[in-house]
Nanobody
């Protein structure tokens, strides 16, 4: 099993920045990528970003490209999401996710979520 613990959410004004962190523990050698999803009230959970451990390859949702940056610290089994230029529509619970080896596009592990609220 893999455990994921997020931190860094909070309340920020539109145009501001936040950095989310997610630390993985447990069977971390069984995962090959980590990323972030978010879920706004009344909406389905949506993909935000992903980074692959081995290659460093990243992927972003169109809605966050150019504003969010995902990075990984392999030594610490930690992934970060730097969010700049935040908009009220970025308000959501942000979930960290880990992708098992052999499942490059389907997350198998989830964190508990951290609230991000952007005021206008």
């Amino acid at each position: 099993q893999v455990q994921l613990v997020e931190s860094g959410g909070g309340l920020v004004q539109a145009g501001g920045s936040l950095r989310l962190s997610c630390a993985a523990s447990g069977r971390t050698l069984s995962i090959n990528a980590m990323g972030w999803f978010r879920q706004a009230p009344g909406k389905e959970r949506e993909f935000v970003s992903r980074v692959r451990w081995s290659s460093g390859t990243t992927a972003y949702a169109d809605s966050v490209k150019g504003r969010f940056t995902i990075t990984a610290d392999n030594a610490k089994n930690t992934v970060y999401l730097q969010m700049n230029g935040l908009k009220p529509e970025d308000t959501a619970v942000y979930y960290c996710a880990a992708y098992p080896t052999g499942s490059p596009f389907v997350a198998g592990y989830w964190g508990q979520g951290t609230q991000v609220t952007v005021s206008s």
